[in-house]
């Protein structure tokens, strides 16, 4: 049988990355996750693909000040009820598909309307900076999925 169809290119180089991607290392199964602490087994510019089309505006830079909190209070991070609230479930709905910590650099996929990135800072238990590239004013659903 033969298909054919339309596909844009950035959509073309999702499907590439998913197919064309070797990865190594020992995963263990954790809930709905695949986790791997080997640094060689897929880093997040190889991984992006999967989820987001190729970086075009570049990474998103705050210019608000951020106060740091400890990961395990997340009553002083600053967002509102209602966006909390929308965190939770897109946690429990497990739309954080991807997330990496190296060296104390964070970095997320979490999937909504679209595809959003969340980068963060985490040392000594403790969230330095965290910024997402979605529309939101503020500290959005993304990030405090990303941080349950």
């Known amino acids: 049988m033969t298909y054919h169809c339309k596909i844009r ?13 070797d990865l190594f290392g020992e995963f263990i199964p954790l809930e709905h996750l695949w986790v791997t602490f080997d640094r060689q087994s897929m ?23 951020f106060t740091p909190f400890a ?9 509102s009820d209602i966006r909390a609230q929308r965190g939770e479930s897109y946690y429990e709905e497990h739309r954080v598909v991807y997330i990496c910590l190296d060296k104390g650099k964070g970095y997320a996929i979490v999937q909504g309307s679209e595809y959003y990135e ?6 000594d238990d403790t969230i330095h900076d965290i910024l997402c590239n979605c529309y939101c004013e503020g500290h959005c659903k993304h990030e405090y999925a990303v941080l349950l």
């Open 118 to 123: 969340v980068t963060f800072t985490y040392i």
């Open 9 to 21: 290119p950035s959509k073309y180089d999702r499907v590439v990355a998913k197919i064309d991607t």
């Open 71 to 79: 990961l395990h209070n997340l009553d002083s991070f600053p967002i």
């Open 43 to 65: 880093d997040k510019d190889r991984m992006r693909p999967w989820f987001l089309s190729p970086l075009s505006d570049g990474e998103c830079v705050s210019s608000n000040g």
